[in-house]
């Protein structure tokens, strides 16, 4: 993907570049928002990524304008605030999104990937899998190496979240999302529980270095083929 | 419908009491000059009637003098065929109570006699029933042997007084009414503008931070207080401003070095350019800065909340699916844990209120509850509806909690001494109990030997989001 990032705080860009380079995608940066509508407006992104509180055009009035003038390149905000503007709101119902700081690197990757599918239309994937998992969307059914797995509903929302975003992090508050529908993360391990008893269901019958869900200390989990 | 005030609510009214009080005053004056009045002339008419009688009497007298016994009785015809035999007659009784003249008693069957005290005249009132009259009497000495009885009916008397009665009712009733609405304008007046201020400030406390009173020409009392009053709404409103104010650069100045830190520290393990040990510090750095991070935010939700400054989202939500939910979020770690956790979602209360707000109120009483009981406990969520309020229940069976530390459970970091030793930032009691107030509900505690029960209560209705 060609990605534009317009955020004015180095070491943020810093890292937000770096992470998007390291994904593979081709990325652009700037950190004011009049060049940053310039750019959004000469040259066909994919996606930006557009930091709210910018110099020289603060970055909602940057997508306003851009809007106006006809770019259908989708956006994912960065907010400093907690509670959401009422005109982010409304960009948000024409297919932008928005991420409050500090956020999880790995969930702005999220993002950006789903509203370019969605950008481009590009239909959900009705079968998943990785390695000797087999998970079927439609008859609702999973199996690894031929066994099929007994998932209750949440668990299985859990791996389908996981195997969509097979080899990438995703942080525990996505999951939180994503899964169980609620925005915060609680103070007890409530994922933590949900993914060792996904895990050990998975594993049944496997061999360890078959393990296919695994903990990234402090950030959260990747489901990745066991490598051999 | 609640805009009809009850019968002890009208009782308290100020404006229905000045009303009453009004209209009273205003009977009493009137029914009091006017049965004053009633008196003074029904005195007045029967002293007429009786002047008119005695000078009769003499008339007849004077002429019995001079013409005798015929001359009396001619006269006594005259005068009776003059004012007509149904209200006049004239006797002539000696004091043997043999009647010596009369004049035509046609309509005057049931006379008694009326002597009068010797040398003297006696009138009086006499109710004829046979006759169906009542007549004003006058009886006099005309020699020691005889008096003579004169009596003219009062039924003229009586219907003018009638007359004068019925019109005194009329005007005593128009009196009241005059009075009652006199009185209601004039209390509706004076209590316009403190309702206008006791509608305002409900508002305010409601979070309508930029409400004020607009009331002109209420009276000097009036206007001052609304002057009054919309000053210290302006000292309120600024502060909550200034609050607000705080609360977000708190948190902006807050994020933006927080989501370097994370940034960097999350890089650095996603690129795997350290060793297993640098990834494992990294990651710690990745989960303080969370852990700070949901700890402000806390901070902030529940000192906004308390401030009545929250931005609530307000939908419709049905009680059963957040029961459902949060017992569904915990089960895993209620089995691990070998605790029944046990949901009772109730007959599908609707509440409105803030779904992410009360999520999380609720997911903190079940994470507390499941913390604190034993394995082989139970911990129950129910959600049911008593009036207007819909009742969310988190009951333990755990060892409850001790009497000393029930007061402080709600204080923001309070720890007890059982939950030293557990995860938790000593915030979760304190923002369910913001959450509930926020809402215009309430937190409630009950413990004891056999467990904890927490009772978060919502009012179903009237819930409005407030001005941002």
Known sequence: MYLLVIEDDDIIASFVVKGLRQAGHRVERVGDGETGLTRLLRESFDAAVVDIMLPFRDGLSLVEQARREGTRTPIIFLSAK??????????????????????????LLARLQALVRRATGASEATRLGAGDL???????????????????????????????????????????????????????????????????KLQ????????????????????????? | MSWIPRAAELRRSIALRLTLFHALLFGLVSAGGGGLLYHLVGAHSLGAVDQDLVAQADELIRIHRREGTAGMRTEMETDTTARGTESFFTRLIDRQGRVILNSDLSNWTDLPLTPPPSGERMLISLDLPQSGRQARVLAMELDADHYLQLGVSLSDYLGFLELIRHNGYLILGSMLVVGGLGGFVLAHQAMAGVNAVTRSATRI?????????????????????????????DQVQRVMDEMRQVNDSIAHDLRSPLTRIRGLAETAVLHRVLSDEGAELAGNIVEECDRLMQLINTLLDIAEAEAGVQ??????????????????????????????????????????????????????????????????????????????????????????????????????????????????????????????????????????????????????????????
Not at chain 1, 82 to 91: A, V
Not at chain 1, 146 to 164: D, I, K, T, V
Not at chain 2, 213 to 232: D, K, S
Not at chain 2, 375 to 388: K, L, P, S
Request: hydrophobic content about 40%; aromatic content about 6%.
């Open chain 1, 82 to 107: 907690r509670e959401l503007d009422d005109r982010i709101r409304g960009l948000q119902a024409g297919g932008d999104d928005y991420l409050v700081k500090p956020f999880a690197f790995s969930e």
């Open chain 2, 311 to 468: 931005r609530l989202r307000i939908e419709e939500l049905s009680a059963a699916s957040l029961v459902s939910q949060v017992v569904e979020l915990f089960s895993g770690l209620a089995e691990e844990k070998g605790i029944y956790l046990q949901a009772q979602p109730g007959a599908g209360q609707v509440l409105r209120g803030d779904r992410r707000r009360l999520q999380r109120a609720l997911a903190n009483l079940v994470d507390n509850a499941i913390k604190y009981t034993p394995a082989g406990g139970e911990v129950r969520v129910a959600a049911f509806q008593t009036g207007d309020l819909t009742l969310v229940e988190v009951a333990d069976s755990g060892p409850g909690i001790p009497e000393a530390e029930l007061p402080h459970i709600f204080e923001r970091f309070y720890r007890g001494d059982r939950s030293r030793h557990l995860p938790g930032n000593g915030l979760g009691l304190a923002l369910a109990q913001a959450v509930a107030r926020s809402h215009g509900g309430s937190l409630r505690v009950q413990s004891g030997a056999t467990g904890s029960q927490f009772t978060l209560s919502l009012p179903q209705s009237s819930l409005t989001p407030p001005a941002a």
């Open chain 2, 205 to 233: 406390a409601d979070g309508h931070f930029a409400e004020r009173v607009r009331t002109a020409g209420t009276g000097r009392e009036i206007e001052e207080l609304v002057i009054a009053f919309n000053r210290m709404a």
């Open chain 1, 134 to 200: 087999d998970m079927d969307l439609i008859k609702r059914k999973a199996s690894r190496g031929g066994r099929e797995l007994s998932l209750q509903p949440r668990e299985f929302a859990l791996l389908e979240h996981l195997l969509r975003h097979k080899g990438q992090v995703v942080s525990k508050i996505s999951l939180m999302e994503q899964v169980w529908d609620y925005n915060f993360d609680p103070e007890t391990s409530v994922v933590e529980t949900a993914v060792s008893r996904l895990r050990s």
């Open chain 1, 204 to 228: 049944e019958g496997a061999r360890d270095q078959d393990e296919l869900i695994h903990t990234v200390r402090g950030i959260g989990y990747v489901l990745d083929t066991p490598r051999r």
